[in-house]
T-cell receptor
Framework: SQQGEEDPQALSIQEGENATMNCSYK?????LQWYRQNSGRGLVHLIL?????REKHSGRLRVTLDTSKKSSSLLITASRAADTASYFC?????????????FGQGTELSVKP | SQTIHQWPATLVQPVGSPLSLECTVE??????LYWYRQAAGRGLQLLFY??????ISSEVPQNLSASRPQDRQFILSSKKLLLSDSGFYLC??????????FGPGTRLTVT
């Protein structure tokens, strides 16, 4: 399996509910980032969590990182129809390995009004 | 503020034809630049990245190439397109290798 795998692949919820997406990875990382992509558009950076951080908040977003389990989760609280999009995690490799971002396959979130 | 442009937005090309996609960044200097390809319903595949003018690193062996003739210009090219080159091509920039900022993308269909 590839670095940065998200689950579920697709998630459908009602407006107002919380949405949780998970990401697993295999190697050491410098940081882990979450991006959002609306259909047919470029990606938008949401939040970055460093390898020495365990939790980070930004508005309705909450990200956790467990480096011992090599996993992260993105929680969107009180979801809105406008949150409908694909969400990708991306792990940044250590700088001595090029520092590149490795993207997962994404979770497609549908929020129904 | 920084902006990133890509053109064209969509492109339909026959197999065997050449390709040139352009990406330019405004409002920043000496950015790291990246080309990704996204197949339908899938994640992003890093194709090339550049840390400076004339410095290109290739990630995936293929019939594509990249060049960086100016600090804020990144070009993706091919001499002969294959059907498998179809996809959504995204350019991105970053500073200090942290978060990346993406352009609007080019939808390429090879027929």
């Amino acid at each position: 399996s590839q670095q940065g795998e998200e689950d579920p692949q697709a998630l459908s919820i009602q407006e107002g509910e919380n949405a949780t997406m998970n990401c697993s990875y295999k190697t050491s990382i410098n940081n882990l980032q979450w991006y959002r992509q609306n259909s047919g558009r470029g990606l938008v950076h949401l939040i970055l969590i460093r390898s020495n951080e365990r939790e980070k908040h930004s508005g309705r977003l909450r990200v956790t990182l467990d480096t011992s389990k090599k996993s992260s989760s993105l929680l969107i609280t009180a979801s809105r129809a406008a949150d409908t999009a694909s969400y990708f995690c991306a792990t940044q490799l250590p700088y001595n390995q090029g520092g590149k971002l490795i993207f997962g396959q994404g979770t497609e979130l549908s929020v129904k009004p | 503020s920084q902006t990133i442009h890509q053109w064209p937005a969509t492109l339909v090309q026959p197999v065997g034809s050449p390709l040139s996609l352009e990406c330019t960044v405004e409002g920043t200097s000496n950015p790291n630049l990246y080309w990704y390809r996204q197949a339908a319903g899938r994640g992003l595949q890093l194709l090339f990245y550049s840390v400076g003018i004339g410095q290109i690193s290739s990630e995936v062996p293929q019939n594509l190439s990249a060049s960086r003739p100016q600090d804020r210009q990144f070009i993706l090219s091919s001499k002969k397109l294959l059907l498998s080159d179809s996809g959504f091509y995204l350019c991105a920039w970053s500073l200090m290798s942290y978060e990346q900022y993406f352009g609007p993308g080019t939808r390429l269909t090879v027929t």
